[in-house]
Nanobody, 123 residues
Framework: QVQLVEYGGGLVQAGGSLSLSCATS????????MGWFRQAPGKEREFVAA????????YIADSVKGRFTISRDNAKNTLYLQVNSLKPEDTAVYYC????????????????WGKGTLVTVSS
């Protein structure tokens, strides 16, 4: 079992930045591949980014590539998502996800979810 809690959401103007984090507890953080998903109002949850257990080259959705950066600190049991150049269409609840399989995260089959943090981008 692993527990996930997201932080860092808020209201920001278009073009702005936020730093999201996901604190974990429970089983060893480094045992899990990690990812971020988001769900905009009235839409299905979508993949944003994923990173392997060791922090190797990440996978980033095309819609956010070049603007979002995923990283992890295994010593601090924390996952991060730096979101830059925000657009109104980035408005969504952002969820942290954990799974022993990076492939599963990339394809949306996730063992553990956080409760999400809301990012609102005003135009």
């Amino acid at each position: 079992q692993v527990q996930l809690v997201e932080y860092g959401g808020g209201l920001v103007q278009a073009g702005g930045s936020l730093s999201l984090s996901c604190a974990t507890s429970g089983r060893t953080f480094s045992s899990y591949a990690m990812g971020w998903f988001r769900q905009a109002p009235g839409k299905e949850r979508e993949f944003v980014a994923a990173i392997s257990r060791s922090g190797g080259p990440p996978y980033i959705a095309d819609s956010v590539k070049g603007r979002f950066t995923i990283s992890r600190d295994n010593a601090k049991n924390t996952l991060y998502l730096q979101v830059n150049s925000l657009k109104p269409e980035d408005t969504a609840v952002y969820y942290c996800a954990a799974d022993t399989s990076l492939w599963d995260i990339r394809h949306g089959s996730v063992d553990y979810w956080g409760k999400g943090t809301l990012v609102t981008v005003s135009s």
